[in-house]
Each structure stands twice: as structure tokens, then as C-alpha cells.
């Protein structure tokens, strides 16, 4: 699929876990000088680490561990990671040269894909709101360029170390500060002479070279090698400020905290980076953590093997592929692929040198004494960006000096953890306001960090990015008897929906009970509380058929389904003692695929509590409602004759190399009943030909429902990073295109297609008095810190309780609707009402999470399609 197939848990529902549950979380909540020409043998070079000093751990071929020299691997402090100014010599005459990869094509400008009708982007509908947004605008003098020179050397110098020397060695002429690559100088200023000659001399032989530098461009700060040469100079102030890169961001590791109580660590840090944006180039800054575990592999190893009832080295392999550790003794993060259990540390492989073992190597190369010398060692392959660069060889890891990163399944389900962890991770408004003044402060304050940036003409303002968003107003919620409002700093309206029939109920008439017979009484007290709170719904419950179960083992829950399912049930509800995946897995699949029919899980636990027992029950039967293919609340929605599609991806957990795609499509006027379709394809495979069965089948759906095909079609879709929007925009939306064409004659619906974008770094801050504060449910930005090369805009939708609320960004890509960009905000906020999993608003527009709960089930659980006699229903919830 064209798009990031992503893991992330289902809203209120843990994984692999039951459908029915607590109360679930809000969503949205969070909580040197160039050495000469003849080089030196290397130890191995490690993502993110030059020529120079040792970094990777070693890389194995088939055979023999071997020693590889290079320049492989991610950006290290200063660089940008596809910039040609990545492989730049830059900064001060006398600081250490950053040399990197020989130059290579730009990539950096983002691909356009505004609409060319779309002249202005902004909307004027809802109340105006003063924002604050996390941007620092970068300053320089109005006429500020950056001058691109050609170097050429006479005669031809081919060590690429000393032509960056010999520059750098001329900064009477050239000026304190440069950035040059062996080819092509950057300087903040014009020389005086066009072109520039000058003599220089050798170091090794004394040898005189002259050297001609041409001017070929004046740069504006717009352009895209300015905007990466901005990015290398941030970085290279985070490196003097004493912070760590980790990945692409930056951290603190000697303001650690440590929560000893869960063996973790929390390293505060920031993500950075510097864009173009409407009218301004600006600095976007937040605040980052990295959550490090003091467990190291070894440490868990030797848990699990005092621990292991079956295999032990099929429990390790299962408990540690996938996971991700960090290296202390080089602060860099590998995936493990694979255990080694023919290796250890002894075994040797051979350098330039000669043949050392993994004992001695890390002993000289970082002073790390390796105790356990029978441990086997980790197996980290390359990445397909590792691979496009030539690296080829696995990378072996030595479990003593690996520490786990993140979070396990377990942690997050652990309510204390998460509950320690936030007292560092969740940051309110005010204090995040706080600590990125603090954070400019500091880059302000440093001599080094002042003495480059003053070099190039630039500096930081001081204070965050102030300009006016706007608040839709309140929408009004429709059931079947009444209609209310809600309160605008909660959007939340569980109270106000209390006793009001649906919009459209399904009785429950033919359904199935399953459960142990020691569970036989909490099903029992489910079901009276279910018949209690089902009238006032419209909702009328019948007696279920119970089976009770001897045990619960696995093939017993499975024989009960097969021999009670009958044609003519309508759902079925299964209680089960515990959360355990495997079960849920296999209930799953028989009741999506074996034997379609809507099924409801529920974990014992959660209605065991009588005095929560009545919320839980009402839960509990608006999903099944929902199942059987009723609607709980609408909106009015104007537009009609519209169809409202949205798309997800998620990886297949079962398949290593395939992904879920999720296509959800609306089949009503109220944007309340939908028709949906699961498709799997290869990872990085465009859903070219799946996009175009899917949205021919929901369109033949939408004539079979309605009499008539819809004339407008708005698409959200998730799971695109900004890197793939032009394969989106030029495969699939032609896909689509063409589906319209091959329909039916003459068949051209106005379509919007928008991606929806959740992981971003934007934050924006309203005003309290004093303080800030979450702006409210509702607020749009689409100035400022837009981009001037797309149709795009900020929401924010859902209120948080605690911390401080995350915009979801929407970018329209495609749009042949005719509709102003008011319409397409006020849509993209009433869909985000329409998930009946909360009562409340959520981060993305319910089609969207619709559309993630299937390729969530799909990927995690069933491994396969689900049967097409679901597809009319939320049968996924």
C-alpha cells in the first residue's frame, strides 16, 4: 500500500483483547582538521557516525563475521538525511569537518499538490481565536542569500579530505564560516571577485594547487538547499548544547529520569526542524522522550529462560524480534531481526588488522568489558534505505550491551506504569510553552552556537509564533426523539444522550451467549442490566441462548460456536476469563470468516464491578446495535448525494511483508451506515488495483441502496507520510479516476481526495489570562504555518483531559468538488461526531477510524478478508 502500515491499538480496546471494555481513554489523550589522503584502518562505522571513530557494531556475512568501513547508515548530528547538503564540510573555519557521502540529487522540495483552482485556502467561517503555535521564526537581514560557488582544482585533486582542507584553510578569503562538499562551496556572503583565485598548498607534500571558485546562484532562504543548510546548522547547535541524537531526534541524557520502580528511564529531548512555511521560514520545536529501559537483552534473556515452561530459544526469539534496543556505548537504535544462537561474543571475525573477537573489539574500540562470554548475539539486518546504499551485511549486537527501548504490550496495559511514565511524558500547555522558551533560551546563551549562527546571518525570535485561528461552532446531535448540543470545552455528550431512543435500533431477538459455566453468572447479571437499558434505547432484548462451557480451552469455545450457529442468529456474545490474544484471535476468525456473524466479546473482569455494570451493559449494546447494522446519532450534513470514503493501512502481524488496507464506505445521506472491504497487498505495493475494486464495489453497493450513484465523493486517507504524497496523488487518485470511467458511462463525480496526516510536531496553544491553555474542540488553522505548495489545514477536534491536545492535519491533494474551503472544514469537523465507539469527538473523522479498526482486526487477529456478508455493518467495533 502506498502509505505507512502502521501498529497502533484500537480505541478501547487493548490488544488483541476483548470488545468490550472499561470506559476507554479519551481519543486523542495522551498521555578537526582533514587528515591526508592515505586513510587509516577504520573499526566499523555505524548509522549515524563518519570516518574517523568506531560506531557500528560489526557486520556478518554468510560465513565469517566481517569488518566493513564506510560512510553508511542514518544522519549524524548536522546532517539532513536526503539533503545534498547532508554530505557538506560546514561551520567555523577552525571546527571539525562533518565529511560525509559523495553529493547526490536533491530531494528535498515537497511535492505540490495544491489544486490549481485554489487561489486562497483560508475559510472566515466561526469565531476568530488567537493561537499560539510552537514556531520559532528564523531571522536574518532582508537581503539575506546564500551563494553557491563551483570549486575546480589545478591540477585535479582527487582526495575529497584535502580539497575540503585547502578550502578551509582560506578563510581570509572565503570568510569564518562555509559549507562545502569537495565541489560546491555555500557562503552567507558574495566574494568579492568573480570568479576567485588563489594558490594553496598541500600539507602533505607542500605542493601548490590553484583553485578557481565560480559563482552559479544566489539563494534565497526559501529555497529548498537553504532550507537544508539551516537544518545542518540546528543540528549542529543541538550537538553544542550537549544534547544526543537518538534516531532523528535529539535528547538530554543528563537530565534522565529514572522510574526505578519499572526499571525505566525517561530522556528528555526535543524534535526539530526548519521549513518554509506561508510567508516565513521557522523553526517547528516540541518536546520529545525517549523511554529506555534499564533492562538490558541479557537481563530479560535470563528472566525468561528462569521462567520458560516450553522452548527456550522459541520464547526468546518470540519475546525479542521486532523489539527495538539502543546501544549505550553509541546512543544509536537497531530492530532485531533474529538470534544468533551459534555466536558469541568469542567468536572473531577479521578487519584490516586481522582477526579479534567481539570481546576485544568493544574492549578497544569503547572500554566495554563483556562478562558473558557464551551469550549468543542479536541479529539486526540492514534497512531497504541501509540496502540502496550498498549495505548488504547483517549487523550483530551483543545482548550485555543492548538496553530495550519503548514500551512492551504488557507496560501499556499496566495502568501504574503508564501512570508514572506520564508524570514526565504528559506535558500540559503552560509547561510546554515554558520549556520551549527555555529551549531558545538556551541555543540564545551558548557562545558556539551564537558564534555560527552570527556567522551566517541568522538568529532565533524569542518567542513563540502568535496569529489568529478560528472556532466552528457546536453541532447540534440528532437521535430519534431529540436533538442537543453539548458543551463546547468537553465535546462530549454521554450525559445528554442518556435515555434517548436511537436513530435506528435492531431488537435483539435470536442471539447466543457463550461462556464458562464458572462465568455462567456474570453473563446472567450482563444480560438482565442489558435488558434493563436496551428499552430505554429502543432496543428490545430476548433471551439469549446460552451454552456453557466445561472449560476454556480454545477448541472448546470453538466447537460450542460451530455447533450453536445457525443461520438465523443474528450476534453472538462470548465472555471469556481473559484477555489472551490466541483465543480472541481464533473467536475472531470463526465469526469473520468461518462462519460470518456479528460477534461481542467480553472479558469477565469488566462485569464483575456491579456498580459500574449499567455503563458497562449500555456500552455493550450500542456496539451491538452497531453490529447488526443500526445507527446510534446523526448530524445534519447538507451535502447530499455524497459518498464518504476513508482508507487505512495496518501491517499484517502474522505475515512479515504484507499489509492490511481498509477501505470504509459511507452508504447514507447522514454519513451513518457504511459498506467496507479488507485487502491485503505486499508492503510498498501501491493499492492501485485494491483501491479500484473496493471503490467499485462500494459505489455498486451505494446504486443498490440508493437508486442512484452519488455525485460527490470525499475520501480521507490515512497512513501517508509526506514522502509518498506523489505516488498517491499520481497512482491512486488516477485509479480511482479511471474506476469512475469504467463504471459507467460518462460517470464523473465531483471527488476530494484528502490525507490525513495524525503524527505531526505541530502544537497550538490558546490564551487563559496569562497562561496557555488547549484551544478549543473545533479550532482551525490554515495560515502561518501552512505550507505555500499545498491545500491544507490544521483541526482540532477532541478535547483532552490531561496534557496538551494534538492537531490532526489535513491536506487536499485532489479536488475537483467546487465547494469553498469553509465547506471542506466544517465536513471534516462534523464527521469527526460520527464514531460510535465515544461520545464525544475523536482526532480523525469517524470513516478514517472506522477504517482503522478493520485493517486493525484484519492485521492483528483474522490474517485474512473478512467474509463480503459483513460488509453492510460495523461488525468491527
Not at 547508515?73 to 539532513?80: A, C, F, W
Not at 456453557?548 to 469455545?557: G, I, S
Amino acid at each position: 500500500m502506498s502509505g505507512k502500515a502502521r501498529g497502533r491499538g484500537g480505541r478501547g480496546k487493548p490488544r488483541g483483547g476483548a470488545d468490550a471494555a472499561p470506559p476507554p481513554r479519551r481519543p486523542g489523550e495522551t498521555p578537526s582538521q582533514a587528515p591526508p589522503p592515505a586513510e587509516p584502518v577504520r573499526p566499523p562505522i555505524g548509522r549515524g557516525q563518519q570516518r574517523g571513530g568506531p560506531d557500528r557494531p560489526p557486520a556478518v556475512s554468510s560465513g565469517r563475521a566481517s569488518l566493513r568501513g564506510g560512510t553508511r547508515g542514518e544522519p549524524k548530528p548536522g546532517e539532513v538525511p536526503t539533503a545534498q547538503l547532508a554530505e557538506l564540510s560546514i561551520g567555523t573555519s577552525n571546527a571539525g569537518d562533518l565529511q560525509g557521502r559523495p553529493r547526490r540529487e536533491m530531494r528535498w522540495v515537497e511535492k505540490t499538490t495544491r489544486p490549481a483552482h485554489c487561489v486562497d485556502k483560508c475559510g472566515g467561517y466561526g469565531a476568530p481565536q488567537t493561537i499560539i503555535a510552537n514556531f520559532f521564526k528564523l531571522e536574518s537581514a532582508p537581503s539575506w542569500n546564500l551563494y553557491q560557488y563551483h570549486v575546480d582544482f589545478k591540477p585535479q585533486v582527487d582526495s575529497k579530505r584535502v580539497r575540503i582542507a585547502m578550502v578551509k584553510s582560506q578563510s581570509a578569503i572565503i570568510g569564518p564560516v562555509s559549507a562545502f562538499d569537495g565541489m560546491v562551496l555555500f557562503l552567507p556572503r558574495k566574494l568579492e571577485k568573480n570568479p576567485t583565485v588563489y594558490l594553496a598548498e598541500k600539507e602533505y607534500d607542500n605542493s601548490k594547487v590553484e583553485i578557481t571558485m565560480t559563482l552559479t546562484a544566489e539563494l534565497p532562504p526559501s529555497n529548498a538547499q537553504c532550507l537544508q543548510l539551516f537544518n545542518v546548522i540546528l543540528r549542529r547547535a543541538l550537538n553544542s548544547i550537549g544534547m544526543k541524537q537518538i534516531g532523528r531526534q535529539y535528547y538530554c541524557p543528563d537530565d534522565a529520569k529514572d522510574i526505578e520502580r519499572h526499571r525505566m528511564q525517561v530522556w528528555p529531548g526535543y524534535s526539530t526542524s526548519i521549513l518554509q512555511y506561508e510567508t516565513s521560514v521557522m523553526m517547528c520545536a516540541d518536546l520529545s522522550h525517549k523511554v529506555l529501559r534499564t533492562l538490558t537483552v541479557k537481563d530479560m534473556m535470563e528472566d525468561l529462560h528462569r521462567n520458560c515452561r516450553g522452548n527456550f530459544h522459541d520464547e526468546a526469539t518470540k519475546a525479542l524480534v521486532g523489539e527495538i534496543v539502543l546501544t549505550r556505548y553509541n546512543n544509536k537504535t537497531y530492530r532485531i531481526d533474529d538470534i544468533d544462537w551459534t555466536k558469541n561474543p568469542a567468536c572473531k571475525f577479521n578487519t584490516r588488522d586481522g582477526d579479534i573477537s567481539f570481546i576485544d573489539y568493544y574492549q578497544k574500540a569503547y572500554s566495554k568489558r563483556i562478562l558473558d562470554a557464551g551469550q549468543p548475539l542479536l541479529i539486526s539486518k540492514p534497512k531497504a534505505s541501509d540496502k540502496r546504499r550498498g549495505m548488504t551485511e547483517d549487523i550483530l549486537l551483543v545482548p550485555e550491551l543492548c538496553v530495550l527501548t519503548g514500551l512492551s504490550d504488557q507496560m501499556r496495559s499496566d495502568f501504574n506504569v503508564m501512570k508514572d511514565l506520564a508524570v514526565y511524558t504528559r506535558v500540559g500547555p503552560q509547561d510546554r510553552r515554558e520549556k520551549l522558551g527555555r529551549f531558545v533560551e538556551l541555543l540564545s546563551s551558548n557562545a558556539e552556537v551564537q558564534k555560527d549562527m552570527s556567522g551566517w546571518g541568522l538568529k532565533f525570535a524569542k518567542t513563540l509564533l502568535e496569529f489568529q485561528g478560528r472556532v466552528l461552532p457546536v453541532e447540534k446531535i440528532f437521535q430519534r426523539d431529540k436533538s442537543f448540543g453539548y458543551k463546547q470545552d468537553e465535546a462530549d455528550w454521554s450525559r445528554e444522550m442518556r435515555g434517548a431512543k436511537l436513530i435506528t435500533s435492531v431488537n435483539l431477538e435470536n442471539w447466543i451467549v457463550v461462556c464458562t459455566k464458572k462465568d455462567s453468572q456474570a453473563a446472567n447479571d450482563l444480560c438482565q442490566n442489558l435488558k434493563k437499558v436496551g428499552p430505554a434505547m429502543g432496543i428490545m432484548v430476548g433471551n439469549p441462548n446460552v451454552i456453557e462451557l466445561m472449560n476454556d480451552r480454545l477448541e472448546t469455545y470453538k466447537a460450542a460456536l460451530q455447533s450453536s450457529i445457525k443461520p438465523t442468529t443474528q450476534i453472538v456474545m462470548i465472555m471469556v476469563p481473559s484477555n489472551r490474544k490466541d483465543r480472541y484471535d481464533a473467536i475472531k476468525k470463526f465469526c469473520c470468516v468461518d462462519h460470518p456473524v456479528p460477534s461481542q466479546v467480553v472479558v469477565t473482569r469488566t462485569v464483575l464491578k456491579a456498580k459500574g455494570l449499567m455503563s458497562v451493559a449500555t456500552k455493550i449494546i450500542i456496539q451491538m446495535n452497531c453490529k447488526l447494522g443500526g445507527e446510534v446519532w446523526a448530524l445534519d450534513v447538507p451535502l447530499k448525494k455524497l459518498m464518504v470514503v476513508g482508507i487505512d493501512s495496518y501491517h499484517d502481524s502474522s505475515q512479515r511483508g504484507l499489509s492490511v488496507g481498509a477501505f470504509i464506505a459511507s452508504m447514507n445521506n447522514t454519513l451513518t451506515k457504511y459498506y467496507s472491504r479488507a485487502i491485503f497487498q505486499h508492503n510498498h505495493q501501491e493499492l492501485q488495483d485494491g483501491l479500484r475494486v473496493c471503490m467499485k464495489d462500494a459505489l455498486s453497493k451505494y446504486h443498490e441502496v440508493n437508486g442512484e450513484l452519488p455525485e460527490r465523493i470525499f475520501i480521507y486517507r490515512d497512513g501517508v507520510g509526506d514522502g509518498q504524497l506523489a505516488a498517491v496523488h499520481e497512482h491512486e487518485i488516477a485509479q480511482l479516476l479511471k474506476c469512475f470511467e469504467l463504471l459507467k458511462v460518462n460517470y464523473v463525480p465531483k471527488m476530494t481526495f484528502i490525507v490525513v496526516k495524525k503524527r505531526i510536531s505541530q502544537r497550538f496553544f490558546a490564551i487563559a489570562g496569562r497562561n496557555a491553555c488547549n484551544p478549543l474542540p473545533g479550532t482551525i488553522v490554515d495560515k502561518e504555518v501552512t505550507k505555500p505548495e499545498w491545500y491544507d489545514f490544521f483541526l482540532v477536534s477532541q478535547s483532552v483531559r490531561q496534557g496538551t491536545v494534538s492537531p490532526t492535519h489535513y491536506n487536499v491533494i485532489h479536488d475537483t468538488s467546487g465547494l469553498k474551503p469553509d465547506h471542506i472544514q466544517r465536513l471534516t469537523y462534523k464527521l469527526t461526531h460520527l464514531y460510535y465507539n465515544w461520545p464525544g469527538t475523536i482526532r480523525v473523522p469517524a470513516p478514517c477510524q472506522y477504517a482503522h479498526k478493520l485493517a486493525f482486526l484484519v492485521g492483528q487477529s483474522i490474517h485474512k478478508e473478512p467474509s463480503p456478508n459483513l460488509a453492510d455493518r460495523l461488525y468491527f467495533l
